[in-house]
């Protein structure tokens, strides 16, 4: 029996693989339905992987769970579109910054075009740009309808989802271990830990090895229904300094939403989704670099999201934590999977069913 911690496109992607390989698996999750936290929480986008350190497993994984996550939306009908992306200058001087971004993707084989302002006006007439980076592969995914897809995969291929299943203790039991919650005790000889923003905890539970993931919360604006029609597609502005996200973007959904953010604050709790939220007039100044014709009329506050960082707010880059913990060999941690997470799910979910099989 194996038992993936964590109901989130992590978990149920692994548990996807595992199950269609032919192994017994039950995910374990503590909300009472899956994809509540850090997969339902977050932009929706598919992206193309122009941003990571080519070779990196964001990188890598990026770019093959992209392809793996078009072809389950369209096998399994869930709302999805390429519409593809700019990343803009909105000022002579930002446009330095678009040749290594350009550089960085297609080391990391990606199809990306330099384009000038008439490229960008001809699909955004309303954005400001004087040139920009052009992704044709970057999309849009309905979260809460890819989270109910791979969870009916994995029950349609035996596999076993137990909402509401905190784990309490992950105890020895011979050459196995048990895994105990509230109600339960599962006989298990592999765990796999793909606890989102709690897989440190999990972790320390297993009496596996230390790591720490940083909640990091970025919080979201929309536009209203008149304002949404300025934007087709995605909009990006050049990547933040900080190497913390990607800058506050604009991002039109399937249902023709446009959302706008998110911002970007680590903070010390893992549940803190809207204490202490952004003013709305915190979205203007951002929104109207990329979009000018909006005023804070235009603007209404969203929803927000918390991002499980593996690395602090003093450094700018982690990869996914993807191996055998160090401790345990019966141990597998999916950990650190904040963005590109959702478009690598189901590579992740292929990398940790190979790691579980080599044992």
Not at 109 to 130: I, N, Q
Not at 220 to 236: C, Q
Request: aromatic fraction near 6%; charged fraction near 20%; proline fraction near 6%.
């Amino acid at each position: 029996m194996i038992v993936v911690i964590g109901a989130g496109v992590t978990g149920l992607a692994c548990a996807l693989s595992l199950a269609q390989r032919g192994r017994d698996v039950v995910v374990l999750e503590r909300h009472r339905r899956a994809g509540l936290d850090t997969s339902t929480h977050n932009s929706g986008v598919m992206h193309a992987g122009l941003y990571y350190p080519p070779e990196s497993l964001k990188a890598t994984l990026c770019v093959e769970g992209r392809d793996r996550l078009r072809q389950f939306c369209r096998a399994h009908q869930v709302p999805h579109h390429e519409s593809g992306k700019l990343v803009v200058a909105t000022e002579p001087s930002e446009e330095s910054d678009l040749e290594p971004l350009a550089a960085n993707a297609r080391a990391c084989g990606v199809e990306v075009d330099l384009v000038d302002a008439a490229f960008v006006r001809a699909r955004e007439p309303h954005v400001r740009a004087t040139r920009a980076l052009w992704s044709p592969h970057t999309g849009w995914i309905d979260a809460h309808a890819f989270v109910s897809a791979l969870q009916r995969q994995v029950e349609a291929h035996g596999g076993h989802v137990l909402p509401g299943s905190l784990v309490l203790a992950v105890e020895p039991a011979g050459d196995r271990v048990e895994v105990v919650t509230p109600l339960e005790r599962i006989n298990a000889d592999t765990v796999v830990n793909a606890a989102g923003l709690y897989a440190d905890d999990v972790s320390r539970v297993c009496d596996g090895e230390l790591f720490t993931i940083y909640p990091c919360r970025g919080e979201y604006a929309e536009l209203t229904p008149k304002a949404s029609r300025l934007i087709n597609g995605l909009v990006y502005p050049v990547p933040h300094g900080s190497g913390h996200g990607l800058g506050v973007h604009l991002t039109r959904t399937v249902a023709g939403t446009v959302w706008v953010g998110p911002t970007i604050r680590y903070q010390s709790r893992k549940d803190n989704y809207e204490a202490d939220r952004e003013p709305l007039t915190a979205f203007l100044e951002p929104t109207r670099r990329l979009l000018p014709a909006v005023a804070l009329d235009d603007l209404r506050l969203g929803g927000s999201g918390i991002r499980a960082k593996a690395h602090p707010a003093t450094e700018q880059f982690a990869d996914f934590l993807i191996r055998a913990d160090r401790r345990h060999p019966w141990l597998t941690h999916a950990a650190g999977i904040d963005s590109p997470g959702l478009t690598a799910s189901l590579a992740i979910g292929e990398r940790v069913a190979d790691i579980v099989g080599m044992r």
